[in-house]
């Protein structure tokens, strides 16, 4: 099957050729006739399936020959980059029928959303809690919506928005499509999915398992070791982009640190930063200036970057659902990725769930040369790590990590992840 069987607007279908689309992947094949067809879908894809065109694409054929100048489309995001990449992919598939969608979400000015919501938009892409406060303040209306997207609505939950979601859906009218989308189905996405969704089509594209274009590798390793072997790994990689997770945001920023003075391109992306220098570093990281990006979860949610070579898992994740939305950032588009994970003694109860996922042992490997008996600093330099349990919600800021200094480091040619030494810090 391809694109142009759905038979769209040719001013949609001259976006589609322009974005090089061609065949359709599972999720959109299975998800736009539905839509398309003003149907109400459920569909359940991981991370990196093309979920996002499958309901843009949809939605731009609906409101192509419609009236213009109100919003007649929402689609509600968890964050920031989540929104702001929809939008990327409404302007890029839309580029040639004259609708106008606008972001709506928090950490940047309200006058000037207001503005561009004043001047008449047909698509709004928003976070929860920003376009409640629109609501509440009766500055945006939405009383002619037609289509409404909940995109990635398990992550919502855990952020804690559904109080939020709901309060907007009574401010919506009820006879609308309804198109939800989520990575797993939690009692609280499906008791929503019921209240909400009309007999709708259910979509599931392999939500539960990682893609099968990625390769998985387990290294064991002391806390205190984790940031010399990543830096030692890199040194060591055949690499071209590549992803770092982390479980706190201080520690984001610390790893991206100690990177950056190891000579690598590297920025950090976690939720103290401004939306400015949030922006920066996923731009710097798309378009190449930063080699390296190390994340947390919630900060990296909505990242879409077609060649992230590797996944790095510097803290292993929680959740086997979690490890599945890291690693599947990697393996896109018919390409192969790489995901490493460090793992420590207390994380082996997590190991032997993500092989139950994956239906195989892990590979178990060991860095040639690095020294793995290296002791930990005195107790007046060393930092406990933080329970696992204790997450969410709770500041470290005293926290600090110890790392290795490798500027010794010897790196291979080829597309590796190179020490930038003439960047600036």
Known sequence: MEFNEFDFHPQVMSGITAAGFVTPTPIQARTIQPALGNKDVMGLAQTGTGKTAA?????????????????????????????????????TLGRKTGLRSATVYGGVSMSSQMNKLRKGVDIVIACPGRLLDYINRRTINLSKLEVLVLDEADRMLDMGFLPDIKKIIQHIPRSRQTLLFSATMPDGIRKLANDILKAPVTVQIDHSAPADTVSHALYSVDQHLKTGLLLKLLGKTDTESVLVFTRTKHR????????????????????????????????????????????????????????ISHVINYDIPDTTDAYTHRIGRTGRAAK?????????????????????????????????????KKPAPSDSMRVARPH????????HKKKTMAWTNVSSLSHKSGRRTKPAHSVAS
């Open 388 to 395: 696992r349990g204790a997450q969410r919600g709770k500041s």
């Open 336 to 372: 192969t990725g790489d995901a490493f994970t460090f793992i420590t003694r207390e994380d082996e109860y997590m190991v032997r769930s993500i092989e139950r996922v994956l239906g195989e042992k892990v590979e178990r490997r060991t860095l040639e040369g690095f020294d793995y």
């Open 252 to 307: 984001a920023k610390r790893v991206g640190e100690q990177l950056e003075k190891a000579g690598y391109r590297a920025a950090s992306l976690q939720g103290n930063l401004s939306q400015n220098k949030r922006q920066e570093a996923l731009t710097g990281f798309r378009n190449g200036s930063y080699q390296v990006l190390v994340a947390t979860d919630i900060a990296a949610r909505g990242i879409d970057v077609s060649c």
């Open 55 to 91: 309901f843009v694409l949809p939605i731009l054929q609906r409101l192509i020959n419609g009236p213009s100048g109100h919003i007649r489309a929402l689609v509600i995001a968890p964050t920031r980059e989540l929104a702001e990449q929809t939008h990327d992919t409404c302007r």
